[in-house]
């Protein structure tokens, strides 16, 4: 057995590439000085693989912002407008990326999505039909060759072709069908390259592969390979997979000439089936992905042994169940965790002595590594939480059950709130500018009391209230001053959460997130929100929002447990926002918003898992926050990103009273889905983009209002913006919500 890695953190084990990338953007560092540091944390990763002993390192899976950027800019797959500035080829690549604007021109950038299911996004190639494939392997060759010159023969990686085509935005008449052969001959011209390079192994990723995947899809993947294959001469192919099983084409695959397959242990719930079921070919290498990636857990290593005991032996390297870079550097940066905390934690670098270890336990047998491991695992992790963990078991239907009924609610709550047709709110948060920032680092750091750092947020509060008052806003909301985060707010008060200093990960581009660890059952011990709530209602007489964060959203934002369900966890965190509910509402608060920004983010990859894997727990969960609450309690819930036309029902099952969603961006493609499943919680789809600074006009909005209006009927309409207020400047959201306002009002009349 010997040792893979799949791909590395990039971002620098201090966020290096991440500063030194967001000064050339402000010109502040020249593109040579950018490329040295970029070169360093090249070195940096592939000698701690290396020194770890790993045999197969990865190259080309840095990246100054996506690696399917980067595939698409090796083969051409660029945009015109982008080709077309005159600046240089990496400011042309920083384009596609975030746009730019300059007397050399002004563009866009790609779209973005999330990659797969995780929290990293990757950036849209687009396919116009201008567009021709041309090869440039200049990145690739030359990071293998920077490799080598340090001693160390790697594996460069790139996104596999079937893949790629998948994630393809073909935005013309060419189809991919159209492309298939052209792509495949810059391929094989890859190929031909790296024979004349001698590198050894080539790693294909093919993600694409774990969807479900449709017989037109397995017979697209098969004829590219089999139009590949037969070229690749002395350069081996590993086809690697992960984020799942490969259930819809493994025996296809186990057939291809390639040297080696990469399979998924971990999320793959069927993989070690398909190998007992099917076997796997003796003329290949089996690359079993046994130490997760995603996660921060330390590996059990009995429970590894005991899959890699049922698998082939002399085919066996083991590695990583995904690349590493959707874990943070290294556990040894987090100097203010305890020893027996921090213990429990593997991140990249701590990973690949795991695989080191478990290649030696394979090999040799019993050894100080596996003893330790055993005992560590052994041992009680933390004290369990009885009374959170009994609550959960006596859990029945009857707590998932709000009553009475959503129609009967939408009368009482008529009555109680006498609202106009069409009210108006805002999502939560107001622009978090520099003093509310300075004011909360001024607290960390101990330099201001408590009472003043709470009495600065108040101030904020009271002048925003007093300003959504004079605007005209139905319901008012307080402006979430006292958070930095929409989760790390609620778990730094939970009981069962530890944080973090140092352990950030890639998001997108130069982004990066830290979330939080569930490290142990989640519990409510103190209010997290009813002070401040109850405060912002005292100065007003119009209805306030609550403003909570939901329990589905809370855990997809962090490290979740592997030694318990995502399903136990999140009941436990719901049960924790029902409690604060609950407080609110007796304090006196009649509106309550739970936001579950996140609920989509952890959907299967496979539709076909969607009801079993998650919805069947996610959507209850949320229902278990809000059942308990009196009829005339109005709940309100908030989910950002429009790509959920497909759940439509599973979200009119959250029964919420209320949802506002994040919609302009999408050019409101959310409504007919609305429409066509005739959903029945009231809605407000934000009704301009705030992502950009531009004010727009009450005649715009009023267009979107109208538009809107076609589809959804006006009993069930809110008028709201976009989400996400807290990162834009005041001058132009007052301006912005101010028109929004004016543009309602406007409509009421012609109603
Ligand atoms: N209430 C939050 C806010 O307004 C919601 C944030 C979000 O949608 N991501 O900031
Ligand atoms: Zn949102």
């Not at 792509?183 to 294909?204: M, N």
């Not at 398909?274 to 079993?288: N, Q, R, V, W, Y």
Request: proline residues 4%.
């Amino acid at each position: 057995m010997t040792t893979s890695i799949i791909g590395y953190p990039r971002i620098g084990a201090h966020r290096e590439l991440k500063f030194a990338t967001e000064k050339f953007f402000r010109q502040e560092l020249s593109e040579a000085d950018l490329q040295a540091v970029a070169a360093e944390q090249r070195k940096v990763n592939w000698k701690k693989q290396a020194a770890a002993g790993i045999d197969f390192i990865a190259s080309n899976d840095f990246s100054f912002y996506d690696t399917t950027l980067d595939t698409a800019f090796a083969l051409n797959i660029v945009p015109k407008r982008y080709q077309n500035l005159a600046v240089s080829p990496l400011e042309k690549y920083f384009a596609a990326a975030r746009g730019h604007q300059s007397e050399a021109g002004d563009v866009k950038a790609l779209a973005m999505k999330k990659w797969f299911n995780t929290n990293y996004h990757y950036m849209v190639p687009e396919f116009d039909d201008g567009t021709t494939i041309q090869l440039d392997l200049t990145k690739l060759l030359s990071e293998y060759r920077e490799a080598l010159a340090l001693g160390i023969t790697t594996k460069p990686v790139l996104i596999g072709p079937f893949t790629l085509l998948k994630l393809i935005r073909f935005t013309g008449q060419t189809q991919i069908s159209d492309v298939q052969d052209e792509l495949v001959r810059a391929y094989v011209e890859i190929l031909s390259l790296l024979v004349t390079e001698k590198v050894d192994w080539l790693q294909l990723d093919e993600p694409a592969l774990v969807f479900d995947l449709t017989t037109e899809d397995i017979c697209l993947f098969k004829a590219i390979y089999a139009a590949l294959l037969p070229q690749k001469q002395t350069v081996k192919i590993l086809l690697q997979t992960y984020f799942g099983d490969v259930r819809d084409i493994y025996t296809d695959l186990i057939q291809l000439d390639v040297d080696g397959i990469g399979l998924d242990f971990v999320e793959g719930r069927k993989t070690a089936e398909l190998i007992e079921t099917h076997g796997f070919p003796t003329d290949k290498k089996l690359f079993a992905g046994v130490v997760n990636g995603k996660n921060i857990w330390r590996n059990d290593y009995q429970k590894t042994l005991d899959i890699l005991k049922t698998l082939p032996e002399a085919s066996l390297i083991i590695g990583t169940s995904c690349s590493l870079q959707h874990v943070p550097y290294t556990v040894t940066a987090e100097l203010e965790l305890p020893q027996d905390i921090l213990r429990y934690f593997a991140f990249a670098e701590e990973k690949l002595v795991e695989l080191k270890d478990l290649n030696d336990i394979f090999n040799h047998g019993q050894g100080e590594s596996l003893t330790a491991n055993q005992v560590l695992f052994a041992a009680q992790r933390y004290q369990g939480n009885q009374v959170v963990q009994a609550k959960v078991a006596a859990l029945t239907d009857a707590d998932f059950t709000r009553t009475p009924t959503f129609a009967t609610r939408e009368r009482v709550q008529k009555d109680i709130f006498e609202l106009p047709k069409l009210p108006t709110t805002t999502i939560g948060s107001f622009p978090q500018t520099a003093d509310v920032r300075k004011n909360r680092l001024n607290f960390k750091r101990g330099e201001i009391t408590k009472a003043e750092y709470d009495t600065f947020n108040q101030e904020k509060t009271k002048d925003w209230i007093k300003w959504q008052e004079q605007v005209g806003f139905d319901i008012l909301v307080h402006g979430e001053f006292e958070r930095n985060d929409m989760v790390e707010y609620f778990g730094e008060k939970l009981d069962g959460y530890v944080f973090t200093k140092n352990a950030w990960v890639q998001s997108y581009g130069t982004r990066c997130v830290k979330p939080p660890i569930v490290w142990g059952d989640i519990a409510r011990v103190q209010s997290l929100t009813v002070e401040d709530a109850v405060y912002a209602q005292s100065l007003t007489d119009k209805p306030l929002k609550g403003m909570l964060t939901g329990p589905v959203t809370i855990l997809n934002w962090s490290f979740p447990r592997e030694d318990i369900s995502l399903k136990a966890s999140t009941l436990q965190i719901a049960l924790a926002i029902q409690e604060e509910v609950l407080d609110l509402e007796q304090n006196g608060i009649k509106i309550i918003q739970i936001d579950e920004a996140a609920l989509r983010e952890k959907l299967p990859l496979r539709q076909t898992d969607w009801n079993s894997e998650y919805l069947d727990w996610a959507i209850p969960a949320f229902r278990l926050v809000h059942a308990k609450v009196a009829p005339g309690t109005q709940i309100h819930t908030h989910m950002c990103y429009s790509e959920f036309t497909d759940i439509i029902p599973a979200i009119d099952a959250m029964d919420a009273d209320v949802i506002s969603f994040e919609a302009s961006r999408s050019d409101l493609s959310i409504l007919d889905a609305l429409q066509a499943n005739g959903f029945r919680t009231q809605n407000g789809p934000g009704v301009y983009d705030i992502h950009s600074p531009r004010i727009p006009s009450v005649e715009e909005i009023q267009d979107v209002i109208r538009r809107i209006l076609t589809k959804v009927p006006a009993e069930k309409l809110w008028i709201n913006p976009d989400c996400g207020l807290k990162t834009r400047g005041v001058t132009e959201v007052k301006a912005s919500l101010e028109n929004l306002v004016k543009a309602t009002q406007g409509i009421r009349s012609e109603l």
